[in-house]
């Protein structure tokens, strides 16, 4: 039972344009939502998050909404930068549970 | 500060032999959780230990064992090894149990042969 689904396992991106990754998620007592950047050979580096009372938290060239009643959020990383290539994850925080539970990962990859 | 390490980075093991991961957090952190990374799968929770307790455990068969020591080092074993346990593990520290924020070790590779 997959509790946060990332449809896309791959999306390539023209450097300079805006890459826009999606998560889905289907627990609603998920309190707080988390993007993950993850380089080979390197473990998951935190980038961005965002609580469940808001729908929009920006930092810099990432911005990450969520839409509660669609059970949606998404990550937009303007401009796009050959250095953004690797592979992103969602992960929701359940807070009864007290853990973490992380998509399946989309690979960007930035075209020169 | 130093980040959070993890020995060994590659291992290689065959079908029905046990392993020892370890783990050692970020200086102070005192919670430390387990992740198994599979293609496909993304990170599935393994346990999570604070204070050298057991605080939460994912839905994994009971082969998969962890402890916590009083350095708040952790070490993640797995018995009986099958193929399906080859993954890459990960180990990821935190101040307190909120998990509002994570800081990952690198991962050991694991391959069942």
């Known amino acids: 039972d997959q509790q946060v689904k990332q449809n896309s396992p791959s999306l390539s991106v023209q450097e300079g344009r805006i890459s826009i990754l999606n998560c889905d998620y289907t627990?609603?007592?998920?309190?707080?939502f988390l993007w993950y950047k993850k380089y080979p050979a390197e473990g998951p580096t935190f980038l961005i998050s965002?609580?469940?009372?808001?729908d929009k938290n920006e930092d810099g060239r990432f911005t990450v909404f969520l839409n509660k009643s669609a059970k949606h959020l998404s990550l937009h990383i303007v401009p796009s930068q050959p250095g953004d290539s690797a592979v992103y994850f969602c992960?929701?925080?359940?807070?009864?549970?007290?853990?973490?539970?992380f998509g399946q990962g989309t690979r960007l990859t930035i075209n020169p | 500060k130093a980040g959070v390490t993890q020995t060994p980075r590659y291992l290689i093991k065959t079908r029905g032999q046990q392993v020892t991961l370890s783990c050692s957090p970020i200086?102070?952190?005192?919670?430390v959780s387990w992740y198994q990374q599979t293609p496909g799968q993304g990170l599935q929770f393994l346990f999570e230990?604070?204070?050298?307790?057991?605080?939460n455990k994912g839905n994994f068969p009971g082969r998969f064992s962890g402890r916590q020591f009083s350095n708040s080092r952790s070490e993640m074993n797995v018995s009986t090894l099958e193929l399906g346990d080859s993954a890459l593990y990960l180990c990821?520290?935190?101040?307190?149990?909120?998990?509002?924020?994570?800081?990952f070790g690198p991962g050991t590779r694991l391959t069942v042969l």
């Open positions: 200086s102070g952190h005192r919670s």
């Open positions: 627990n609603s007592m998920f309190d707080y």
């Open positions: 965002i609580s469940s009372i808001k």
């Open positions: 230990y604070f204070s050298e307790t057991q605080r």
């Open positions: 992960a929701a925080r359940d807070q009864g549970a007290q853990k973490l539970v």
């Open positions: 990821a520290s935190s101040l307190v149990i909120d998990l509002d924020t994570q800081y």
